[in-house]
């Protein structure tokens, strides 16, 4: 059990910049997860901490050692790969004892601890299997058994679920957050899957091109996104952007007005933001805006309606699951008022309203 | 004309195997015939009958003075599996090194361990075996080992290299945060996966270590000598001892008909593991 420490962190590959200077701080047994786009560098982030790259500049610490310079083997860490690592010429038990075999522990207490770890992962009958006998999900089990094995300080895993298929995923994850919650290891987990991390983490660090965009539990990072790199990153379908300004407390965009709550305030330039849930839709007249049905969608649990705004923009509201309309039929969206977000247009950032003010 | 098809289907099979028998016979004959000869009597060297009385009287007088077969065959199975024993873990490690590893000069080095091949061996030979003079090496064995590897190590690293190229480097960061250091990573999981490279470049190594004929012939005198040097003591000056050469020739092909019989499945696979992950 540790915490996980990053000061300064940065990582350049000759003269590009994966990682620009970064602090983190995983408090002792912590569910972090590191989410982002392909080449935000959260890859990168876990493979430093795990000790296969070398940081540029900075300070890992893990459990209050820093670890720089300290060799991956000596680092306490266990870490399961998005390929699984597994090593092909030895059987299921010898995979997962390895870490123990390694360290010399004697036969009959390896045999033993193999048959725990593999029970706790659900693979005791496959024990005499080599990996290529296996599917996805049962290798990715006898990963997570290996790394399991020994109680390590601090878990890493590099999105451990991409490979499995998605019924497969959904089970994995609940297996993967039981066994967190079981085990109480400080855990880091890569992914660029935005269900994973809102379901699995306690706190969420958003990523991109290098930098971390922000850093919170998922409910922050779902209701209040610090900028527009999260806004439209988290949430399915992403959430609906409006570039507009403020006038008098009224949104204008084209064909959009829009009483915002709170105090009356002026701000050009900026961009509203409502989830396609936090949109209702609602007879011609009767919401805060006037648009045409584009498509309808049934997902089953829900209808999604893409709508055009007179302005041309397209907009996404999720409605009930019964809801019916022809495209080009004319309708009107209902803005939840208390679940806007506006945005600075020029540098992204989220602009704190009144309600929230003591929370920003 | 023309011929009715299942006629012509049989001429050309009739053809077909006749090209096979040829070249058969190419590969083929000059190997039974020194099997054929070793067993023959002096008088029926030339005699291209198979119809003789088999004798091991060649075998006899080869073992004898001034032949030795005994001691020359142990010198070649000496120096040819002191070959294998160093050149594989050296050519292994080199291997691992150019895979894994990145150096100033990229991939100059491992071009260069090739390159040293280029040079004919008999403009390497002098200086050779002037180093050789000075060490107080020449005639043997350890001389000939060190001039074998010269050549053995810089292909086998090639051949093991391109296995370890292709073994994903995920299982060694594995292997290192499972608690492994660097040495017993390569033990435990390159090596075992990288088995059939170095199954391929052992048998090469032994191959060409076993059949080596130039170093053997500038190095040695006597004490030395290998096999393929000894071949030559049965051109005397009463002419050429056939019968004689070809009982040395059984015994130096018999580890290679031996090898070919057992581990040329081994090989082949080898060779074409790589390419098909």
Redesign the interface.
């Known amino acids: 059990m540790a915490q996980v420490r990053l000061s300064g962190v940065e990582k350049r590959f000759g003269g590009f910049t994966a990682l620009h200077p970064l602090d983190l701080e995983v408090a002792d047994g912590e569910f972090l997860v590191l989410l982002g786009p392909s080449g935000c560098g959260k890859t990168t982030t876990m493979r430093m901490i795990a000790g296969l790259e070398e940081p540029s500049a900075g300070e890992i610490r893990i459990g209050g050692r820093v670890v720089n310079d300290v060799l991956p083997k000596d680092r306490d860490v266990a870490m399961v790969f998005q390929n699984y690592g597994l090593y092909p010429h030895m059987t299921v038990a010898e995979n997962i004892g390895y870490p123990l075999k390694v360290r010399g522990v004697g036969r009959s207490e390896r045999e033993r601890r193999v048959r725990e770890a593999a029970e706790k992962v659900e693979l005791g009958a496959l024990l005499g299997r080599r990996p290529r006998e296996l599917s996805g999900g049962q290798r990715q089990r006898v990963a997570l058994a290996r790394a399991i094995i020994r109680t390590p300080t601090v878990f890493l895993l590099d999105e451990p679920l991409s490979n499995l298929d998605a019924k497969l995923r959904v089970t994995m994850r609940a297996e993967i957050k039981h066994l967190q919650g079981e085990l109480g290891v400080t855990t880091i987990y890569v992914t660029h899957d935005q269900i994973e991390a809102m379901t699995l983490a306690h706190r969420v660090a958003v990523m991109n091109a290098g930098r971390i965009m922000q850093l919170g539990t998922p409910e922050e990072i779902y209701d209040r996104p610090a900028n527009l790199f999260v806004a439209g990153f988290i949430g399915s379908p992403p959430m609906n952007l409006i570039p507009g300004d403020v006038v008098g407390g009224l949104f204008r965009a084209e064909g959009v007005a829009a009483r915002l709550p709170g105090a009356a305030f002026d701000r050009p330039g900026v961009v509203l933001g409502a989830r396609p849930e936090d949109l209702a839709v609602t007879a011609p007249g009767a919401g805060d805006l006037e648009a045409e049905v584009y498509a309808t969608e049934l997902t089953g649990e829900a209808v999604l309606v893409t709508a055009t705004l007179p302005g041309g923009a397209r907009v996404i509201a999720r409605t009930d699951r019964g809801w019916r309309a022809a495209d080009g039929a004319r309708v009107g969206l209902r803005l939840d008022r208390s679940r806007l977000h506006i945005f600075d247009r020029a540098d992204g950032r989220r602009i704190p309203q009144s309600q929230e003010v003591e929370t920003a | 004309m023309s011929w009715p098809p299942r006629a012509r289907r049989r001429l050309r099979r009739a053809l077909h195997v006749a090209a096979i028998l040829l070249v058969a016979a190419v590969f083929a004959g000059p190997i039974l015939w020194i099997i054929a000869t070793a067993f023959k009597a002096p008088r029926d060297v030339y005699a291209l009958s198979l119809l003789f009385e088999p004798t091991l009287d060649n075998f006899r007088l080869a073992f004898d003075s001034p032949y030795f077969l005994g001691r020359r065959t142990l010198n070649s199975v000496i120096v040819t599996l002191g070959t294998l024993v160093l050149s594989l873990p050296i050519a292994t490690a080199a291997a691992y090194a150019f895979s894994r590893f990145r150096f100033p000069g990229g991939a100059a080095w491992p071009l260069g361990v090739l390159a040293t091949q280029f040079v004919p061996a008999v403009i390497v030979i002098i200086p050779l075996f002037v180093v050789f003079r000075t060490a107080g090496l020449l005639d043997t064995r350890l001389a000939l080992i060190i001039a074998n590897m010269s050549f053995v190590v810089p292909y086998s690293i090639w051949m093991i290299k391109g296995f370890i190229d292709a073994i994903?480097p995920?299982?060694e960061?594995?292997?290192?945060?499972?608690?492994?250091?660097r040495l017993?990573v390569i033990w435990?999981?390159v090596v075992?996966?990288a088995l059939p490279g170095i199954a391929s470049a052992a048998i090469f190594a032994f191959v060409v270590a076993w059949n080596e004929f130039f170093y053997a012939l500038v190095l040695t005198r006597n004490e030395a000598t290998t096999l393929q040097v000894g071949l030559m003591g049965a051109r005397t000056e009463r002419g050429d001892a056939w019968e004689i050469m070809a009982a040395m020739g059984v015994v130096i092909i018999a580890p290679m008909l031996l090898l070919s019989r057992y581990v040329q499945r081994h090989f082949v696979r080898g060779l074409v593991a790589g390419s098909v992950r």
């Open positions: 994903p995920d299982m960061e594995a292997a290192q945060l499972d608690g492994a250091s017993r435990d999981v075992p996966m």
